[in-house]
Each structure stands twice: as C-alpha cells, then as structure tokens.
T-cell receptor, first 114, second 109 residues
Framework: NAGVTQTPKFRILKIGQSMTLQCTQD?????MYWYRQDPGMGLKLIYY???????DKGEVPNGYNVSRSTTEDFPLRLELAAPSQTSVYFC?????????????FGSGTRLTVV | ELKVEQNPLFLSMQEGKNYTIYCNYS?????LYWYRQDPGKSLESLFV?????AVKQEGRLMASLDTKARLSTLHITAAVHDLSATYFC?????????FGQGTTLQVKP
C-alpha cells in the first residue's frame, strides 16, 4: 500500500517555465488537497477536491491550476513560474474530509524557482 | 475566515521539563488535529480530537480540546531529545484543514 505518492521530489525551474506536480493515492480517498509550506511557516491550502471532476480554491490559489479526472490523481499545474512559488508542496488525501483520521500526506516536492 | 494561531512559535527546553503548546482558532469547529514534522520530512498524524473535552495521550504527549474556548493544548511531559520537531495544529473547516504556523520544539540534553 503506497499511500500518497508525489513526483518529483525535487525540481529547479527557471522563471516563466511551467511544470506539473503529480500526486497519486491508492486508498480510494474521495478528498484530495494541495498545500504549500514556505520555510518556517505553516501549510497553506492551494486547491482541494472532494471527488473526481470537482475542485475548489483554497487560501492561496493564484498561479496554480488543478484537475481531477480520476479518483486517484490530483495534479497541480504551475504556469509561468515565479520566485514566490519556491516552496515545498504537499499533497494529501482523506476518505470523506478530515473526519476521524485527518489526512494522509505525501512526502512532498521541493521546488525552487530561479 | 478561519484563523489558527499557535504559540509559542519556537520553544527551547531542557530534557525532563514540562511545557505546553497552545492552539487558538477563530471560528466554531469540533475537529482539531495535531501533526508532527521532522526536518525535511512530511507530516505525521499525532492526535485527532473530535469533541469538546476530548483528551488523547501518547507517551509523553497529551492533547486536549476546549471547543467553547476555541483552544487546544499539546502538553509535553518530561521532554526527551526525540521529541524535537515542529508541531502543527489544524482545524477542520468544511471538508478541509486549516493549519497553524507550527511550533518548533528543541529539546536540549
């Protein structure tokens, strides 16, 4: 049981480039989330999804896009990367919202924009 | 808008001492979660508190929830070096979690 898998683990982007951060879960969870964590800070919610075909903005959605075509996958797209997007990105999932078990987190993607 | 605030943000303590981390939140919620994060690692779930007065304990850590005061505490008893990490509280809000800033705990021998 792999849980939540994020790829890549590390990436360096140049300003203006685009990339997609991949997130896959094998627990048949309905809810999936993307957070970013800046150095010394807490986690900020970027986007979340309550099921395939349904997505919604979180606290800091600007500069990002998401899609949820399947239950398993929830990719995060960065268009026109900016230095302000340098951060660690965590994907998470839960069965029916945080409920009794909170989230299962992926291992993170460390992104640097130069 | 839900706000979650932790204090202190940094805590340096000696082994064997006791201390408490506080987590305040701004709107009504009956679901509060505590996570631990080691440097460079992901988040590990510690406690899930689902009702007013809930108390959970694991080893030297004990978490409690007072929904009327909108306050949760994480109490550390007789700290050991292995507890050095960053601790986050998070509050459930309409299907998502809003996190506090985190408290970095450093336990010195």
């Amino acid at each position: 049981n792999a849980g939540v898998t994020q790829t890549p683990k590390f990436r360096i982007l140049k300003i203006g480039q685009s990339m997609t951060l991949q997130c896959t879960q094998d627990m048949n969870h309905n809810y999936m989330y993307w957070y970013r964590q800046d150095p010394g800070m807490g986690l900020k919610l970027i986007y979340y999804s309550v099921g395939a075909g349904i997505t919604d903005k979180g606290e800091v959605p600007n500069g990002y896009n998401v899609s949820r075509s399947t239950t398993e996958d929830f990719p995060l797209r960065l268009e026109l990367a900016a230095p302000s997007q340098t951060s660690v990105y965590f994907c998470a999932s839960s069965h029916t919202g945080p409920a009794n078990y909170g989230y299962t987190f992926g291992s993170g993607t460390r992104l640097t924009v130069v | 808008e839900l706000k979650v605030e932790q204090n202190p943000l940094f805590l340096s303590m000696q082994e064997g001492k006791n201390y408490t981390i506080y987590c305040n939140y701004s709107t009504t919620s009956d679901r509060l979660y505590w996570y631990r994060q080691d440097p460079g690692k992901s988040l590990e779930s510690l406690f899930v508190l689902l009702s007013n007065g809930a108390v959970k304990q694991e080893g030297r850590l004990m978490a409690s929830l007072d929904t009327k005061a909108r306050l949760s505490t994480l109490h550390i008893t007789a700290a050991v070096h292995d507890l050095s990490a960053t601790y986050f509280c998070a509050v459930g809000n309409t299907g998502k979690l809003i996190f506090g800033q985190g408290t970095t705990l450093q336990v010195k021998p």
